[in-house]
């Protein structure tokens, strides 16, 4: 029987020295990060006492703290600061973890939310059958110009007046340009409703000033995954502006128990490198992704939005129907193929530019890619040509190991 080091050394042989990743929903993190992950915090807890009479939370039911509590503070400080928050946690275990704090935080069991369909690329956990069936939510659907692949936003703004729902979550997995907040805010503050953007994919560009800054828009809970255009660890973060502090603090102890201090101190580091190198790596994210989706689209994989310029995030999609008919392939038969060759993408046909820049892909890097994927789509074998390509990456936009 195998062990399970070996596994962990074939993975990183395989995905981390020899793939090109494509997976937007995933990044590499530097070797800090790494040993953080693997620190003395991960063994420990700390964990506020509930005042069961008063409904508050009160001093720590741990000692050994000092340096975890210190660590704590300053990966909310950086937070606060890269997001322009009054109140940012890198408590949520994942993204699907702060969604579900947001909501609870925010929803009564009733209540009306509106999101992004998962047919318009919204995230499914905040469809009928997740999150707000265990919290017997209501949900409608935003309205959504799939030629632009953006909101309808005069429309959407008629709809929160008319549904008047508790919350309005932003965001989405297939998420390419950004959206025109200001009518929305409005409208919730007509309303009463509350604004909340799900910024799982484009956490690192935000972080980086690339994409737009929810916050300052007027957006009230920033929330989402850190793992993937942010390059941190496997977990999520919220953050906030105004008078919700209180609520989600003391609902995130609602909804974990054990905040996985190893992972917050690595997120912590992944922070301060995004404060350091996050704008340049997010610009190249975007230059990258818009730089293949143009020479993939002139290849013939039709990629779609040509018309907005691709992406403004570090997605791109591919159209299904035309690569079956230029290529005779599905998007899965497209996957396993380019998976054969060490190509890896997800079966859907997003595209993503995260860690081949965080590996240090640059704009013309993108056009031997795309040669590559043409070439394995018309059935050549291409993988001694992605491993001298992938030879010459290395982990870029980090602090030197020392
Ligand atoms: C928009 C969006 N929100 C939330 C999530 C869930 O994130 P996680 O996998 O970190 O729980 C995803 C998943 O990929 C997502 O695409």
Known sequence: MKDVLSLAR??????????????????????????????????RYSLPVHDEIHGSFVENAYRGTRYLDEMESLGEE?????????????????GHVSGLIALISTCN??????????????YDGYGPEYLPKILGLQVHYLPFDRE??????????????????RLVILGASLFLFPYELSPLR????????????????????IAGGEFQRPLEEGVDILLGSTHKSLFGPQGGLIAARGNLEEQLESMTWRALDNAHWNRIAALTQALMEAREFGKDYAGTVVKNARRLGRELDGMGFAVGFSQEGYTRSPQLL???????ERFGLSLNDLAIALEKNDIIVDSVGRIGTNEITRMGGQEEDMVEIAEVILRCAQGENVAEDVASIRQRFSLSYAFEDR
């Not at 090109?20 to 790494?34: A, D, F, G, H, K």
């Not at 069991?109 to 919204?122: C, H, K, Q, T």
């Not at 632009?148 to 729902?165: G, K």
């Open 318 to 324: 591919l159209e299904a129907e035309a690569i079956r």
């Open 186 to 205: 409005r409208a919730c503050d007509a309303t009463g409703a509350l604004l909340a953007y799900d910024a799982s994919h484009v956490m690192g560009l």
């Open 78 to 94: 950086l937070a606060r600061d890269l997001f322009n928050a009054s109140y940012a946690s890198l408590k949520p275990l994942s």
């Open 109 to 122: 069991p009733g209540d009306a939310i509106l999101v992004v369909s998962p047919e318009d690329g919204g």
């Open 148 to 165: 632009r692949w953006n909101l309808r936003v005069e429309q959407a703004r008629r709809m929160i007046e008319e549904v008047r729902p």
């Open 10 to 43: 074939q993975q990183e042989t395989w995905r981390l020295e020899r793939c090109i990743n494509l997976i937007p929903s995933e990044n590499v993190t530097s070797p800090q990060v790494r040993e953080l992950l693997a620190s003395d915090f991960g063994h």
